[in-house]
Each structure stands twice: as structure tokens, then as C-alpha cells.
């Protein structure tokens, strides 16, 4: 195992009983959400600790193989061809370590979320759907399952136990919102719980979507 990915943290209290860790998209590096943390958290909350990790550098075929940080390489347009499975394979053990460290740190599964946005919310998918330790929650951000339906149908039974929150913009040029919709469909047929918003945007946040995304947490939180 590689080591442990760069990131940058940010504490809300001291003694962190939570995690969330964020996984940005595409060409974006840790940095990209950091600027989230005052307007999502509540004042009434646990004290959280926030990890941005960064992705690795690679080339990226679809830009014509200029190197960024990504995730995995995006082949294809076409979603259900877009991602390599060994660049999956390898940022999903990379953020099991992440998950491993919290837990070593005295954060438990049961006390992390895990949240990214694109690129970054395929790979949130990924590693919840295999988990045999359910997580506090999944936060999937414009973004699609990797292997559609096909890897919702074989999460595992622990993975289903797992809340969802998933947000698109209708007008994503980017993660097409019938792709968003199909990902949602399939985990809801596998039999997650999904908290699913729409908003009127492309491939980006707004402040409505924070606002729906800190009242889901506020109940994570609660329990």
C-alpha cells in the first residue's frame, strides 16, 4: 500500500468525535471545498474533522493526456465506458486508508461520513458499495455510479444500511442529469435510502444544496 494521500484538514472543535471526508472532482485538488466548512456546519453540532484529501496526479485521455489530479482516468464520454477500473481500484484502497486512519484516530465508521462532488462522488459510490462496515453516510454530488446499476445490485448487505444524499444540476453539461437520475434509480432499486434534490444549475453547487446538504448531516449527526 501506497502511503497515505496528502490533505488538508480542518478541525471545528477540539477532540473530533466525526469525519467528513470530501473527495473534490476532476482537475480540483483538496483546496477546492474547503471554503464549504463555515457555511455547512451548524454551531450546534459535535466537534467534526474535516479531510480534503488530494488525488493523485495522472493523464487524463479524454483531455488529451495532460496530467491533473484525478480520480481516474476518464476515457469516454459515454458514463458507462468514462472511468479505468484499476484507477478506481486504486483511489478506492487510498480512501479505505483515509477511513482506517479516523478509525485509528478514534473516529469509528460508524462516525464518518464520506462526501465528493463528480469524479470525486463516483469514487464516494464506489467505496460505500463495498463496504462490509457501514459509514455514517454517502454524499454523492453531481456525479453517476461507475458501473451503473450493476454495482448498486451488488453492494453489499451492510453498504445498503448506508444513508445517501444525491444532488444534480438539471442543466450539467458535464454529469448529464439523466445519469445522475439512472444512478439514483438503481441504488434505490438495491435498496439504499436516497436523499435525492434537484437544482436548477450545471455541474457545480449552490446555496440551496448546502443548505438541503447541512439539514441531512444535522440528522446523521443527531443519531
Known amino acids: 500500500m501506497n502511503e497515505l494521500l496528502e490533505c488538508i484538514e480542518i478541525q471545528t472543535a477540539s477532540d473530533p468525535q466525526w469525519s467528513v471526508i470530501w473527495l473534490h472532482g476532476l482537475g480540483a485538488d483538496g483546496h477546492d471545498f474547503e471554503p464549504i466548512v463555515p457555511e455547512l456546519v451548524a454551531p450546534d453540532w ?3 474533522r474535516f479531510v480534503f484529501p488530494h488525488a493523485p496526479t495522472r493523464a487524463v485521455t479524454i483531455n488529451n493526456g495532460v496530467r491533473m489530479r484525478a480520480w481516474y482516468d476518464i476515457r469516454d464520454l ?3 465506458n468514462r472511468a479505468d477500473a484499476e484507477g478506481v481500484a486504486e483511489s478506492v484502497e487510498q480512501v479505505e486508508a483515509l477511513i482506517a486512519r479516523e478509525a485509528s484516530r478514534g473516529v469509528p465508521a460508524s462516525r ?4 465528493g462532488f463528480s469524479q470525486g462522488g463516483a469514487i464516494t459510490l464506489a467505496v460505500g458499495l463495498r463496504r462490509s462496515e457501514p459509514l455514517a453516510g454517502l454524499v454523492a454530488l453531481s456525479t453517476y455510479l461507475l458501473l451503473g446499476a450493476t454495482m448498486a445490485a451488488d453492494a453489499t448487505t451492510a453498504a445498503r444500511s448506508q444513508p445517501v444524499f444525491m444532488a444534480h444540476g438539471s442543466d450539467d453539461p458535464v454529469v448529464p442529469y ?3 437520475k439512472r444512478s439514483r434509480d438503481a441504488l434505490q432499486r438495491a435498496g439504499f435510502a436516497v436523499d435525492w434534490h434537484v437544482y436548477p ?9 448546502i443548505a438541503d446538504l447541512r439539514a ?3 440528522r446523521r449527526l443527531a443519531l
Do not use: T
Not at 464518518?112 to 462526501?115: C, D, F
Not at 444549475?201 to 444544496?209: F, K, T
Open 112 to 115: 464518518v461520513l464520506l462526501a
Open 78 to 80: 459515454d458514463l458507462a
Open 201 to 209: 444549475m450545471g455541474h457545480q453547487v449552490c446555496a440551496q444544496e
Open 216 to 218: 441531512w448531516m444535522g
Open 178 to 180: 439523466i445519469g445522475g
Open 46 to 48: 459535535p466537534a467534526l
